[in-house]
């Protein structure tokens, strides 16, 4: 768990939901479509911020347990939330849940803001507790192609170096390496886009969940 001194979150928790509304709206229903279409029943949020996304699933009848390693960030969203959602403060790359727990996860602008390695982890340990036949659905940055989403790409950067050192260093390393695709294949997962957003910057994409659980050393 980390301390309070390291909750990269602190400053932005109370800013957050204001900033990114506006844009993650539409993502947001997107991914709660996919769910729907899918017919799945239990949902994990992984890196669940703020706790919207799972305040829509569990708004439309899912079964929602969500987990974040920002105190501040979990606390706004154990204050907004009504009763039933259930939300632990854990590492994403060390989920306490069983192997094949939920039907389906999410994993929403969080990867992007890893380092490589920190990555694989959460990747791997969420494709652990998602069940064979369900779906891990991640919405985050892609490489952009063409001059629109190249030009679109400075807001995001400015954005990004908002967040922090770090968090920008990743974020620019994860687009360089095109996203989560090269990572995806790595781990011999199969995906498919759904959807692009942010003007081709960022896309809602869905990966087969095949039951393996995966450990990385
Ligand atoms: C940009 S926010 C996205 C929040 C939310 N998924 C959304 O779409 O609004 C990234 C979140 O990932 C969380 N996070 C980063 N690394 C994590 C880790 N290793 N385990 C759990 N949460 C993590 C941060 O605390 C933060 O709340």
């Given at each position: 768990?980390?301390?309070?001194?390291g909750?990269?979150?602190?400053?932005?928790?109370?800013?957050?939901d204001?900033?990114?509304a506006?844009?993650?709206?539409?993502?947001?229903?997107?991914?709660?479509?996919?769910?729907?279409?899918?017919?799945?029943?239990?949902?994990?949020?992984?890196?669940c911020?703020?706790?919207r996304?799972?305040m829509?699933?569990h708004?439309?009848?899912?079964?929602?347990?969500?987990?974040d390693?920002?105190?501040s960030m979990?606390?706004?969203?154990?204050?907004?939330?009504?009763?039933?959602?259930?939300?632990?403060?854990?590492d994403?790359a060390?989920?306490?849940?069983?192997?094949?727990?939920?039907?389906?996860?999410?994993?929403?602008f969080?990867?992007?803001?890893m380092?490589?390695?920190?990555?694989?982890?959460?990747?791997?340990?969420?494709s652990?507790?998602?069940?064979?036949g369900?779906?891990?659905?991640?919405?985050?940055y892609i490489r952009?192609?063409?001059?629109?989403a190249?030009?679109f790409?400075?807001?995001?950067?400015?954005?990004e170096?908002?967040?922090?050192?770090?968090?920008?260093?990743?974020?620019?390393?994860?687009v360089?390496?095109?996203?989560?695709?090269?990572?995806?294949?790595?781990?011999?997962?199969k995906?498919?886009v759904?959807?692009?957003?942010?003007?081709?910057?960022?896309?809602?994409?869905?990966?087969?969940?095949?039951?393996?659980?995966?450990?990385?050393?």
């Amino acid at each position: 768990m980390e301390t309070d001194s390291g909750d990269r979150y602190r400053r932005l928790a109370p800013l957050y939901d204001g900033l990114t509304a506006p844009f993650l709206w539409s993502v947001r229903s997107d991914i709660r479509r996919i769910v729907q279409e899918c017919g799945y029943r239990t949902v994990l949020d992984v890196c669940c911020g703020t706790g919207r996304m799972a305040m829509m699933l569990h708004g439309s009848g899912f079964s929602v347990s969500a987990v974040d390693l920002s105190p501040s960030m979990l606390a706004r969203a154990r204050k907004n939330s009504p009763p039933g959602i259930r939300y632990f403060l854990e590492d994403a790359a060390r989920l306490h849940f069983q192997t094949a727990s939920f039907d389906c996860a999410i994993i929403s602008f969080a990867l992007h803001e890893m380092n490589p390695s920190k990555r694989m982890h959460v990747l791997a340990e969420t494709s652990r507790v998602t069940r064979k036949g369900g779906a891990i659905i991640v919405a985050d940055y892609i490489r952009p192609r063409g001059m629109l989403a190249n030009g679109f790409r400075a807001v995001v950067n400015i954005v990004e170096r908002i967040a922090g050192k770090d968090h920008h260093a990743n974020y620019v390393t994860f687009v360089r390496e095109g996203g989560l695709e090269p990572l995806a294949a790595g781990l011999g997962m199969k995906l498919t886009v759904r959807r692009r957003a942010f003007m081709d910057n960022a896309a809602v994409m869905v990966i087969e969940a095949n039951g393996t659980p995966r450990t990385l050393i």
